[in-house]
């Protein structure tokens, strides 16, 4: 559980206990939850007032012991400080090449932004105290740069998870290389100097990496004190928007409100607006199809490695259409291959037409 420092947050868990205060006061427990609450033993088939499902449900099929290959294939994790990290090197130059390949039908040129897809360098750190209200309707920039509190989280990630329509496609060296480039494009420096095009980032160099929003999460959960760390957060009520002191038998007089939730609609500030009018949009620009492509077609059709016809691709597209706009179409309907029925979407043929029309007409 992270809270950002730049920004307040509220969180109903105190709401709640103000509602069960009385139905715990007569039980007793043990301080030792995470929250830094009490716990309670079950006692005659019931955890405080509640039953306990004492059902037998033996025997259960827990599956056979995984493989030493198999736990060390799935065991990918990598720590901050280097545990885990991979052998692997890869320069910024060849991460430009590989993202433009591979990541930039999402996430746009340089990692500037796409269609529904995160944005991934730019903005800056001051950036996350903006919130969307009257005179300041900028949103908090969260990229790589301004964001992320470890570096080793972005290799992992990208390794993992990416590219979106084929993950886990990458080679280390390649994955460096894309980390590499990210980095760079978000001006990080790695022991004090600048990323160039041949520098290459590689697990020997890895831990120097030392990001702009590194203490920017509180409380810190890594290591053997993670856990005494997230206690002792939350613990203390002003950090979920609570002041006083918990009340659970008892009481005193003055202890009436001893548990106070800050109001999230006006203890922010700036307040957050209440205002839900749309944006209005500009559809002057817009072809007939754009939309619905960018929304639930550029996944595939944006990428040359996947074997659908590509936009912009003219050879590809002079070949699909060939047959006709009305066999083209019912393909569509029906599903060919990997693709789907109407590509998984909900379409209906007019739209799925307009789709096709608009990929053809980007690729002439």
């Known amino acids: 559980m992270l809270k950002c420092v730049h920004k307040t947050i509220t969180l109903s868990v105190a709401t709640l206990l103000l509602t069960s205060i009385s139905a715990f006061a007569s039980f007793d427990g043990k301080k030792d939850a995470v929250d830094g609450g009490m716990t309670y033993p079950t006692k005659d088939g019931k955890y405080t ?37 991979p052998v692997g090197k890869g320069t910024v130059e060849q991460g430009d090449e590989l993202f433009e390949e591979q990541c930039a039908v999402c996430h746009g040129d340089f990692g500037a932004g796409g269609v529904g897809y995160p944005t991934l360098t730019g903005g800056d750190i001051a950036s996350l105290t903006n919130q969307r209200t009257p005179g300041k309707t900028d949103a908090p920039k969260r990229t790589i740069g301004t964001y992320w509190p470890q570096a080793s989280t972005l290799l992992w990630y990208i390794h993992d998870a990416m590219p979106y329509a084929t993950p886990k496609s990458l080679s280390w060296d390649e994955t460096y290389a894309i980390t590499a480039y990210l980095l760079a494009t978000n001006e990080i420096q790695i022991d004090g100097e600048d990323m160039d095009d041949e520098f290459e980032l590689s697990n020997e160099n890895f831990t120097k990496i030392k990001m702009p929003n590194e203490k920017g999460f509180i409380p810190n959960i890594d290591g053997p004190d993670g856990v005494k760390n997230v206690k002792a957060f939350l613990s203390d009520g002003k950090n979920i928007g609570a002041v006083g002191v918990r009340c659970m038998k008892d009481c005193k007089d003055d202890d009436a409100k001893a548990v106070v939730v800050s109001d999230p609609r006006t203890d922010v500030n700036p307040p957050f607006s209440e205002v839900r009018d749309l944006p209005k949009k500009d559809n002057s620009t817009i072809a007939p199809g754009q939309e619905d492509y960018e929304k639930s077609c550029a996944v595939c059709h944006g990428n040359d490695k996947l074997g659908a016809p590509d936009l912009g691709n003219k050879g590809a597209w002079a070949k699909v259409m060939e047959k006709g706009m009305d066999k083209v179409l019912a393909t569509a309907i029906k599903g060919s291959g990997a693709m789907p029925p109407r590509g998984g979407t909900a379409l209906s043929d007019d739209k799925l037409k307009q789709v096709i029309e608009y990929m053809y007409s980007k690729s002439k």
């Not at 799935?74 to 545990?83: A, L």
């Open 49 to 85: 007032v509640y039953s306990v499902n004492n059902q037998k449900v033996d025997p259960i099929n827990h599956g056979r012991t995984p493989t030493k290959g198999e736990l060390k294939a799935w065991d990918t994790d990598i720590m901050p400080d280097g545990k885990g990290l």
